[in-house]
T-cell receptor
């Protein structure tokens, strides 16, 4: 009963490098989300998915790509990291929209 | 589009005192409202939610919130603060299920400090 698992938990990137953040859920949830959290800004939605094979843009999608090839996994990619992408990234999943989001523990990313 | 405003980025109370964290929302249709808590270096945990049933909602750890449509508010309260309540609290709103309508919109958060 792991819930939502994010890997890695910490990462330091150099400007221009690429990386993929993995989110895995074992609750058979249809909906998955990627948020970023910055001090004083709350959580802002980057991308979301309403089912396997589907993705959609959220509030702050620029510089990120996502994929949902398998129902249980939602990947967030940074093709060319920038210092402005230094943030804490949270993944969440839910069975049907607002009926209970379950959050992962976050990935702290620093881009230098 | 819906939005959430949390009044006060930092709130400090003494242990045993009333906790009041303010949240006002904007929505053109009946909203669903949530309070989440985040302890240091952890993810978000659901405290309570309003989904159009009772307007006074009770949550975990002794917290409750009242939905007031006339004031477009959903303030979070706890009668007596405990040291363990020190955390950041987020109010969130959405207008429905499914697709983008089900996406949660978060406020900017309020950090609660509890003094001994």
């Amino acid at each position: 009963n792991a819930g939502v698992t994010q890997t890695p938990k910490f990462r330091v990137l150099k400007t221009g490098q690429s990386m993929t953040l993995l989110c895995a859920q074992d609750m058979n949830h249809e909906y998955m989300y990627w948020y970023r959290q910055d001090p004083g800004m709350g959580l802002r939605l980057i991308h979301y998915s309403v089912g396997e094979g589907t993705t959609a843009k959220g509030e702050v999608p620029d510089g990120y790509n996502v994929s949902r090839l398998k129902k249980q996994n939602f990947l967030l990619g940074l093709e060319s990291a920038a210092p402005s992408q230094t943030s804490v990234y949270f993944c969440a999943s839910s069975y049907q929209g607002v009926i209970g989001y379950t959050f992962g523990s976050g990935t702290r990313l620093t881009v230098v | 589009a819906q939005s959430v405003t949390q009044l006060g980025s930092h709130v400090s109370v003494s242990e045993g005192a009333l906790v009041l964290l303010r949240c006002n929302y904007s929505s053109s249709v009946p909203p669903y409202l949530f309070w989440y808590v985040q302890y240091p270096n952890q993810g978000l945990q659901l405290l309570l939610k309003y989904t159009s049933a009772a307007t006074l909602v009770k949550g975990i750890n002794g917290f409750e919130a009242e939905f007031k449509k006339s004031e477009t508010s959903f303030h979070l309260t706890k009668p007596s603060a405990h040291m363990s309540d020190a955390a950041e609290y987020f109010c969130a709103v959405t207008v429905g299920y499914g697709g983008s309508q089900g996406n949660l919109i978060f406020g900017k958060g309020t950090k609660l400090s509890v003094k001994p």
